[in-house]
């Protein structure tokens, strides 16, 4: 588990760097992407299915990332996209491309299909988590109906 924490952070942190994000940040985005790593390898470890798992961790990774640019001053997508690094299917993208070259059709098209699902339930948490935001914030500053 440590080590789930280390190399999430690190893994995070160094994305951050690679698209300069201020160094000031840095650590906040390794921490939102330990975050959104845990919260995904917990569930998967108590038997979510990985897309359901990365729907949550993402979810979670825009509400931190949220809370981060506001108590920092910080445009949210700093921390959300060095966040998102861990959850990425990358490996599940590369073995369908392998397993589609070794004409292997059926694994292949089943990897593709998860690697899709799972990009797809990333963005929609973050999506998720930005509308709650919204709507908190429209109810926290609703303004009196103009007669």
């Not at 640019?69 to 490996?91: C, D, E, H, Q």
Request: with cysteine; proline share 3%.
């Amino acid at each position: 588990m440590v080590l789930h924490l280390i190399t999430s952070f690190i893994a995070s942190a160094a994305f951050g760097v690679l698209f300069n994000a201020p160094k000031k940040s840095l650590i906040k985005c390794g921490f939102v992407g330990m975050v959104g790593w845990i919260i995904y390898f917990w569930l998967v470890n108590i038997q979510y299915d990985a897309v359901v798992a990365s729907l949550f961790s993402a979810f979670s990774i825009g509400l931190v990332s949220q809370l981060f640019a506001r108590i920092y001053k910080t445009p949210m997508i700093i921390f959300s996209v060095a966040g998102i690094i861990p959850l990425v299917p990358g490996g599940k993208a590369y073995d369908a491309m392998r397993h589609l070259v070794e004409n292997d059709y059926k694994t292949a098209i089943e990897l593709a299909a998860m690697a899709c699902m799972i990009s797809g339930a990333i963005a929609a948490g973050l999506v998720m988590s930005e509308v709650l935001n919204q709507v908190i914030l429209k109810i926290i500053y609703k303004r009196p109906s103009e007669k």
